[in-house]
C-alpha cells in the first residue's frame, strides 16, 4: 500500500522559511517522479513542483522559482522542499504526490494527507 506522509508545515511570518518533508513507503520510491501540489483557502488544487526520479530534474510553478528547492533522499525514501522568502500567497494546504512513471508528467495517482502552510505576521 502507497503511503505518502508530509510534515513540516507551520506558520511562518511573510519572508520566513519553511522545510516539507514527505516520507514514502509501500512503492520503489527511486523508480517514479514526484510532485508538490497546493490547494489556498478556497482555490483549486495548483501544482507548485514536480522532481525526476533521479533527482536530476526539477520543475516548479512561476511563483515558486528562485524561493522553493524540490530534492530528495531516494536512500531514505523522501522528498523535501525548501520554500524561502514566503508569502502570504503561498498560504495552502501543501500535498505530496507520486507520479505514474519516473519522469515528471503531472499525472499523480497516489497523495499523501497534507501539511498546512499558513504564511502571516
Known amino acids: 500500500e502507497v503511503q505518502l506522509v508530509e510534515s513540516g508545515g507551520g506558520l511562518v511570518q511573510p519572508g520566513g522559511s519553511l522545510r516539507l518533508t514527505c516520507a514514502a513507503s509501500g512503492f520503489t520510491f527511486d523508480d517514479y517522479a514526484m510532485s508538490w501540489v497546493r490547494q489556498a483557502p478556497g482555490k483549486g488544487l495548483e501544482w507548485v513542483s514536480g522532481?525526476?526520479?533521479?533527482?536530476?530534474?526539477?520543475q516548479y510553478v512561476e511563483s515558486g522559482k528562485g524561493r522553493f528547492t524540490n530534492s530528495r533522499d531516494n536512500a531514505a525514501n523522501k522528498m523535501h522542499l525548501q520554500m524561502n522568502s514566503l508569502e502570504s500567497e503561498d498560504t495552502a494546504v501543501y500535498y505530496c504526490?507520486?507520479?505514474?512513471?519516473?519522469?515528471?508528467?503531472?499525472?499523480?495517482?497516489?497523495w499523501g494527507q497534507g501539511t498546512q502552510v499558513t504564511v502571516s505576521a
Open positions: 504526490a507520486k507520479d505514474l512513471s519516473g519522469s515528471v508528467q503531472g499525472r499523480l495517482n497516489d
Open positions: 522532481i525526476s526520479w533521479s533527482g536530476a530534474i526539477t
